[in-house]
């Protein structure tokens, strides 16, 4: 099957650049006619995760494979991993220390967004190893 | 209204995207925690916060939101600015408190 493929380093060192690859992956959603609810639902997304390693897991990487019909994307990071998912997955639940929330960030709400606006999303991790999230958003 | 009128009702200053004044908006909302936009905000086009990091840009930004109004006569540094800029979201700030600002604009027609 015919698909676009990005990819993107994380830089887990730069707050500020956080977003770069969400924004480019929504560009090219864009520039290929992809509905705007359904971009808009794609960037929210991945720009969570985004931001979840930078503020988690010192960055990662970013795999996105466009399809006609949708897009799936992976995110992949070396951090500390994720002890207890479905604990994680709870609204409201964060590990994220004082210093980040001042930067209006863990709230809790990371990886309960991510769900919401994907239709599909596992979460493969391990304590001290990093963390493997997918992510598939069908387009309207 | 427009946000133009915006800037007129809370006494505000433009930083950038002059140019978008007259662009319509109807719904608009107040937070500094921009998880909680992420989260519950749906089509609204004017966001007012008191925090001034490239995130807010980059929040409003994935939102599709139009324009930022930085509270309590908060500006944000010169890079912030010019990412706004370059996504032609307008920044302004305006004196008046969070609470204040969200407040005049919503007993002036603009919705939640």
């Known amino acids: 099957m015919e698909c676009i493929r990005l990819e993107y380093e994380v830089d887990g060192e730069n707050f500020a650049s956080a977003g770069n690859a969400s924004e480019s992956v929504k560009r090219t959603l864009k520039q290929l006619g992809v509905s705007p609810a359904s971009v808009r639902r794609v960037a929210i997304a991945m720009y969570e995760g985004e931001i979840n390693m930078v503020i988690h897991a010192h960055g990662g990487k970013a795999a996105v494979e466009i399809y006609p019909e949708r897009v799936d994307i992976y995110l992949k990071d ?5 002890a207890d998912i479905d604990l994680a997955m709870k609204a409201g639940y964060s590990t994220a220390t004082e210093s980040i929330r001042s930067l209006g960030f863990g709230a809790g709400m990371g990886l309960p967004n991510m769900k919401k606006y994907s239709d599909e999303m596992k979460i493969d991790s391990t304590v001290g190893v990093g963390t493997t999230v997918f992510l598939r958003v ?3 | 209204m427009t946000i133009r009128e915006v800037v007129k009702l809370l006494d505000a200053e433009i930083l950038c995207g002059a140019e978008h ?3 319509q908006i109807h719904t608009a909302c107040g937070s500094d925690m921009m998880s909680d936009v992420l989260a519950y905000v749906k089509d609204q086009s004017v966001l007012l916060t008191g925090l001034l990091n490239p995130q807010v840009v980059r929040t409003a ?3 599709d939101m139009l324009c ?3 509270v309590r006569g908060k500006r944000p540094e010169q890079s912030v600015i010019d990412l706004a800029a370059s996504k032609g979201i307008v ?3 305006t004196e008046k408190r969070l609470f204040v600002a969200c407040g ?3 007993t002036n027609g603009l919705g939640g």
Request: proline letters at 4%; glycine letters at 8%.
């Open chain 2, 104 to 106: 005049i604009l919503y």
């Open chain 2, 21 to 23: 004044l007259d662009t």
């Open chain 2, 61 to 63: 930004e994935m939102m």
């Open chain 1, 78 to 82: 070396s951090g500390p991993g994720i």
């Open chain 1, 138 to 140: 069908n387009f309207e």
């Open chain 2, 68 to 70: 930022i109004v930085f």
């Open chain 2, 91 to 93: 920044l302004l700030t």
